[in-house]
């Protein structure tokens, strides 16, 4: 067995422990933990509960001694690791002991900072008998014990900790004066008026708040009389918490000649910089920069590290978090993620601010994204904030709904408001009160909600306020999806990690993905998104698997809900012949199609096909398949623009037959209806598409892309105005492209580009900043080329059976078939 | 539980393709049967009870079955449903010597 020893046995050190034991660490690892608190691990953030005696000491454990005994774990509690031998491979502690090691984490956290104060420590004694940091149980300990037989105290930071120390302490009967060296409380999550206001909130407690006042001495020899101000002031005092801020605890690291900058250096494995077996992991390691003081993004580097240490998932790679914080502190709710300040001229910045009642909030909105948000008093929003700053979802037009709810439509509405039976998914009938018994019967993450019930998996417009209810019901405890930024459920990987995975390894089907990727784990909803990656990466190379295919994609037809199948034959530009009118006629006559219908896309629907009659019923239309079906390009919708219209100034017909030969049946993230209407009147709804083309005059054509007229509504966002059909063409396959290699599965353009914004598209595909548009182009050109006609395969059928009936001999619910002639 | 059954031979088992399911007629009953990607083969009600769906033409992986009309998910062992439906039936089914495939339906 390989021998792990982890340096620090706190919250990130233990955390990953339990994340490698997951993966079957204990079968691989010998592993010893040092921890210089002789206890077990506990939760340190909720020290504040124990301090303010909400909570019992035993509560806040995470893991008790007897854990460690039944993992197989040795842990030397109490021992401090004094240096790591790299050479050597041996850690050494302070008593004595040489352990070594095959590989060895560090999870060493951070220590409280304690700014430079005279009369702080005396230079014999260490500290000073009335003078804490706020870090450990010890110190809470202390802290109480002191507190109970002394009057004021001085905290002094007021930051998160510092309010929580103050608050805390005064629940022991002590008078506190909290001293803040900055002008505004928080100022790390919060602007000054937002500041002001929750001075205001933490006054109104009996806690005496002073800003801009920097502490310079503790004044007292014997014991502590007060603190010195740099203004000259004396503040009377008995006890002196310490609460300025935290540094990462480096010292065994750079004392081993590990690198070292403000915290320990890591890449994207959270393997040390250069070292081959040591790792680090939590609030002692500097990750592109960035140093990390909160839970959410300890868990993930702690699952990254477990899947490269045990070899589970080699291709796991942290990328760093964007974090977002919602608490109480010292009784106030506080939310505050990304910037606290607007940052550049164009940066939308919406402030509501009503101090008499304690509420604060603002937002910050950069090229329609949401940057930053700080909510004071009242936290409402959160949810859907959070999950705006998290994923870049699109933002309301009025800004004013970021902060308030404005009543309107069900999904307007706040998550408390709403009645127990109201409906909340509208496709599947999912109330609030059914999202709600799920998740208090133990499913804590969105995922699993919608996976139990249902709900947002119609149309998905209800997907923000089924998440908002999950938030609301698991009262804080909603777990982090991890699933939630994978392209698809069943390998833990996003678009660009997973493409570049199939890429190196040449996985050319979804069986070899699974087996290179997931552990040889297949996962049924997985298949129908790796279907649609790998052909889009391969074209031709791709190596089918039936059974990965929706039925959909099977039979090359739309299944109805009594499980017969509609058949919609390609109308390029909505343009037929009497011909193919006559043929289509034939057929609904001869299979005895029970309904004819005209579609939303300018095409004929036959509805009501068995299955088993699709191969003839193809082979007799004699047309190809109109992709009514599947994932990909669909149709494109035009007017008759300069030919017989009035009005038209362009000739949008010609166009969009044009663009309809050029890309049919592309497959793609979601479906793409796109249209060309000859004038700005609009008669093709260009403006609502995928991809919309607006002739305009003077011979010139707007490009729209990005809008929606389904379940979302959304004006396309203007891409280019350009001179000539054959630019639309370039454009718009390069548009397309950029589409189908970026977007996520199941991603609409209407989500996709206010996501990566218009600008930022704009400049890559028309302005080509970036050097893109050429391999676009390419690959384009390849996907076009490979076109086959997927009707075709009725002469032959790919496998056994394919066409056979699946339909039951039971009488199933019925559509009802109408009058051939209604009257 | 298992005495009393009565198999009935639906089919040859060369065009049932691994990875996907047909349905049959076991008398008056439909099947579905599957043919997972390890060759092992599962049987189960073709109907699914939520809209009539037809079961054969979802999705299987090694586990469960993903009914094409609304998504509801069924554990093709027990046929439990994962997504609040009632269960599917599920059937024992092997090959035989001449290589039908044989399911068994209780008496």
Redesign the interface.
Known sequence: MERLVVIGNGMAGARTVEEILDRGGRERFAITMFGEEPYGNYNRILLSNVLSGVEDEADIFLNSLPWYEENGITLRAGVRVERIDRFARVVRAADGTVTPYDKLIIATGSRPYVPPIDGMHHPRRGYHQGVFTFRTIDDTRAMIRYARDHERAVVIGGGLLGLEAARGLQQHGVQVTLLHSAATLMNAQLDAQAGAILRRNVESLGITVEVSARTVAVVGRDRVEGVRLADGRTIPSDMVVVAAGIRANVEVAALSGLPVERAILVDDHMRVLDETDIYAVGECVQHRGQTYGLVAPLWEQARVLADQITGRDRTAAYHGSRTATKLKVAGVDVAAMGITTPERDDDEFVVYSEPRRGVYKSVIVRDDRLIGATLLGDVSKVGFLMQAFDRGLPLPEERVRLLFDLGGPPAEESAAELDDGAQVCNC?GVSKGDLVTTVHSGVKTVGGVM????AG?GCGSCKSLVAQIVEWAAGGTVEEDPTATWYVPGVPMDKPALMAAIRAQGLKSV?AVFDALAGG?????S??GLVSLLRMMWGEEYQD????????D?VHAN?Q???TFSVVPQMKGGVTTPDQLRRIADVADKYQVPMVKVTGGQRIDLLGIRKEDLPRVWADLDMPSGYAYAKSMRTVKTCVGSEFCRFGVGDSTTLGIAIESRFQGLESPAKMKLAVTGCPRNCAEAYVKDLGVVAIDGGRWEIYVGGAAGAHVRKGDLLATVDSPDEVITLTGRFLQYYRENANWLERTYAFVPRIGIETIRSLIVDDSDGLAAGLDERMAAAVAAYTDPWKEGAAPA???QF???????P??VVPVRERDPA | MTAHLVEFRVGPAADLPVGEGRAYAAGATMVAVFRLRDGSLRAVSAVCPHAGGPIADGIADSAVVICPMHQHVFDLATGCSKTGQPPLAVYPVRVDDEGELVVGLPD
């Open positions: 599947n996976d139990a019930t249902r998996k069986s784990r297949e996962d049924a909803k298949k129908m698997e039936r059974g990965a295919r929706f039925i959909n099977r299944i809900r009594d499980g496998t056994a059976g056979r009936t699946a339909l039951p001999l039971l199933l619910p």
